[in-house]
């Protein structure tokens, strides 16, 4: 499964006037069938993160999600995209590892974008505040430097 997200902040102010701030998304979820993937780059421009989610136990689809993730990143309204990678199904086990997902998917060579993978269960919601947060981090961040 393929997003794109663009990120914005939105103030919210308190009672007291203290400012936090508000990660807001507008997702994009690309299918991932073959037919579907010529039409991905219309979705490119203003993309802030690439958010992949990994079936953790199909391991003979692993290599085609490594293929098609090298084929995007180099596109040049995605070079200031952060990439989450979202390994589900870690309740299963015969599910893989981030480890074992990482190295399938070559991710230590990315060098061009921050990049993190992220243990999850779809089912009962774990680990998915913890990706969309790392997210919202690294997006705030580019923002204020």
């Known amino acids: 499964m393929w997003f794109l997200a663009y990120f914005s902040i939105l103030l919210e102010f308190e009672l007291q006037y203290n400012l936090?701030?508000?990660?807001?998304?507008?997702v994009w979820d690309l299918g991932?069938?073959?037919?579907?993937?010529?039409?991905?780059?219309?979705?490119?421009?203003?993309?802030?993160?690439?958010?992949?989610?990994?079936?953790?136990?199909d391991r003979a689809r692993i290599s085609i999600m490594k293929d098609e993730l090298f084929?995007?990143?180099?596109?040049?309204?995605?070079?200031?995209?952060?990439v989450l990678v979202f390994a589900n199904k870690q309740d299963l086990k015969d599910a893989m590892t981030p480890a074992e997902?990482?190295?399938a998917l070559s991710l230590h060579s990315i060098k061009n974008h921050?990049?993190?993978?992220?243990a999850c269960c779809a089912l009962t919601g774990e680990g998915l505040y913890d990706g969309l947060g790392w997210i919202a981090q690294r997006v705030a961040g580019k923002a204020t430097s």
């Open 20 to 26: 936090h701030f508000v990660p807001c998304y507008q």
């Open 32 to 57: 991932g069938q073959d037919r579907l993937r010529t039409s991905w780059a219309t979705y490119y421009r203003g993309t802030h993160a690439v958010i992949v989610v990994i079936d953790s136990t």
């Open 71 to 82: 084929k995007l990143l180099p596109n040049e309204d995605l070079q200031n995209a952060v």
């Open 101 to 103: 997902i990482t190295d």
């Open 114 to 118: 921050d990049w993190h993978i992220q």
